[in-house]
């Protein structure tokens, strides 16, 4: 009589087990091995990483951009109205209903982090069609773009911002 071996034995073991087990263990059994398929990779990889260092780069400059006519909106009242115009487009902009309320200039501000947003992602691809962007670089812009983009909102370093919005 043949021997099975010690892992072919553990795998019959294995599968006897997953049949007696109840309906959320076999599920919760498959959900355990189920990135496992992701991990085979695709047959046609990008031959560069510059898309999506161009992506998520410019997500984070999007951000950056907005606190910077945030601070722009703050200090200069005439910059305040264009940029309220800009997001007019925007339903809510300018809302006469009380009930409801209104987005005001943050619509603008939506809008250029938007145009913001899409001319840094299509500069940056183009400038980097087909480079490989190392993952050190492009975590360095994108945290870079996020914690300046945060701490232009805080308060204490800048205390020419109001706490709260003003009309």
Same mark, same amino acid.
């Given at each position: 009589?043949?021997?099975?071996?010690?892992?072919?034995?553990?795998n019959?073991i294995?599968?006897?087990?997953?049949v007696?087990?109840?309906?959320y263990?076999?599920i919760?059994?498959?959900?355990k091995?189920?990135?496992?398929?992701?991990?085979? /990779? %695709?047959?046609? *990889?990008?031959?560069?990483?510059?898309?999506?260092?161009a992506?998520? !780069?410019?997500?984070?400059? &999007?951000?950056?951009y907005?606190?910077?006519?945030?601070?722009?909106?703050?200090l200069?009242?005439?910059?305040?109205?264009?940029?309220?115009?800009? /997001? %007019?487009?925007? *339903?809510?902009?300018?809302?006469a209903n009380?009930?409801f309320?209104e !987005?005001?200039?943050?619509? &603008?501000k939506?809008t250029?982090?938007?145009?913001?947003w899409?001319?840094s992602?299509?500069?940056l691809?183009?400038?980097?069609?087909?480079?490989?962007i190392?993952?050190?670089?492009?975590?360095?812009?994108?945290?870079?773009?996020l914690?300046?983009?945060t701490?232009?909102?805080?308060?204490?370093?800048?205390p020419?911002m109001?706490?709260?919005?003003?009309?």
């Open positions: 009589m043949k021997q099975n071996s010690p892992q072919k034995t553990q019959l294995d599968e006897d087990r997953t007696d087990l109840p309906i263990s076999q919760w059994q498959w959900l091995h189920f990135p496992s398929g992701l991990a085979v /990779g %695709s047959k046609n *990889p990008p031959h560069s990483s510059a898309s999506a260092a992506a998520l !780069i410019s997500a984070s400059f &999007g951000c950056f907005m606190m910077v006519n945030q601070h722009l909106t703050v200069f009242k005439s910059w305040d109205e264009f940029v309220w115009m800009l /997001g %007019s487009w925007i *339903p809510g902009s300018h809302n009380k009930l309320g !987005i005001g200039p943050y619509s &603008g939506e250029l982090l938007l145009f913001g899409l001319c992602w299509f500069w691809h183009n400038l980097w069609k087909r480079k490989n190392h993952f050190s670089f492009m975590f360095f812009w994108m945290a870079f773009f914690v300046a983009a701490l232009m909102n805080w308060h204490p370093l800048f020419y109001p706490l709260m919005p003003t009309k």
